[in-house]
Structures are given as C-alpha cells and as structure tokens.
C-alpha cells in the first residue's frame, strides 16, 4: 500500500484504494483555491501547523481541534482525516496517514498543507506560533459554543426549568474554563 518513492499525494490517493488514476484525472482541490477571508486562513494555517509541527502543537491541543467548527468545506475534510488519524500522531507518518484517510481527491491538499510555509524565523518562533494558531482557532470555536449558550440559557425561564437552567449555567462555566486555558 505504501509507496516506495515517499510522494504523499501517491501514498494519499492510492491509499488500496487502486484510485490512482482517478485522482490524476480529476485534480482535488488546492490551497491556491481556498478563499483568503480571515476565517479561512485561520482554519488553513491551523491545519498547517498541526500537520507540520505536531510536536508543537501537542497531541491534546490537536485532538481539541479536531473538535472544532470548519466553515470551509474543503478544510473540514482535511480536519477530519487528522482526527481519523490521531491514533499517528508521534508517527513519522503523520501526514501520509492524514492523506490516507481523506478522500483521494483531497490528498493533495494534504500534501499542500504539509509543506506550505509557515511564517517564522526560528524554531522557538515556530513552536510559539503553531501553539498559537491552534489556541486561535480553538479559542474561536469555544467562543461561538459560548454565544450559542448564552442564547439558550437566555431563553430559558429559570423558576419553570431549574435543572435545565442549572445545567446551561455548568456547560457555560466550562467553556469559559476552557476558554481561559487557552490564554
């Protein structure tokens, strides 16, 4: 199954999936095509870091991202092969098991995320900033589930649903635990 010649977009697309020949007839999708809206980059550079510099990151803050909201669809498929892949993790393999476990016509995008640069000088920079985006994003999607409950606890009546309200007031506080973690 493994590819001798250690092209990550092969290992990705042929996957004993025997589409190899599909994926070079039909192009996947490219980072050059992703739109470049502030939330799309996060997410992008996100994937980035934790596909290039897993150590840095950290298999937990991976895993928590894993969790996260996507809004482009394309990212959210590559989101999803890194959480299919975790069990890889600390593998030298990393990145050929994410592009294993995405659909073939996404290997590519894999491969693009994996070696896209990442703006930093220095290794310590490297580090700082991969924890960084990841916060970033983590923190972001933390933020949205706290409006949500937010809304809900609000439409809430508290003297006709106690337990309910009880429960959101919980939920809330352990977002916004979460949440300062991330600081």
């Known amino acids: 199954e493994q590819a001798a010649s250690g092209d ?37 550079d996100a994937l980035m870091a934790v596909l290039q510099q897993p150590e840095a990151v950290g298999r ?4 928590r991202m894993t969790s996260a909201a996507f809004s482009n669809p394309t990212l959210a498929v590559v989101r ?27 290997a590519g ?10 703006p930093a000088k220095d290794d310590r920079e490297l580090s700082i900033y991969c924890q960084g ?14 409006a949500e409950l937010l ?3 609000q439409r809430t009546d508290a003297a006709a649903e106690p337990e309910r309200y009880r429960e959101l007031q919980r939920e809330l506080m352990r977002v916004e635990a979460d949440r300062r973690e991330l600081i």
């Open 151 to 153: 809304g809900r606890l």
């Open 8 to 44: 990550r977009r092969g290992d990705g697309a042929s996957a004993g999936t025997g589409q190899d020949g599909d994926a070079a007839r039909t192009p996947g999708p490219s980072i050059t095509q992703l739109p470049t809206d502030p939330v799309t980059r996060l997410e992008r």
């Open 60 to 63: 937990e803050r991976a895993q």
């Open 80 to 106: 999803d092969g890194v959480a299919a892949s975790m069990d890889s993790f600390d593998s030298p393999r990393w990145l050929d098991r994410v592009a294993e476990e995405v659909p073939a016509m996404f």
């Open 133 to 146: 985006v990841v916060a970033s994003l983590i923190g972001r999607d933390l933020l949205a589930s706290k």
């Open 109 to 118: 995008v894999v491969s693009e995320l994996g070696i896209a640069p990442i």
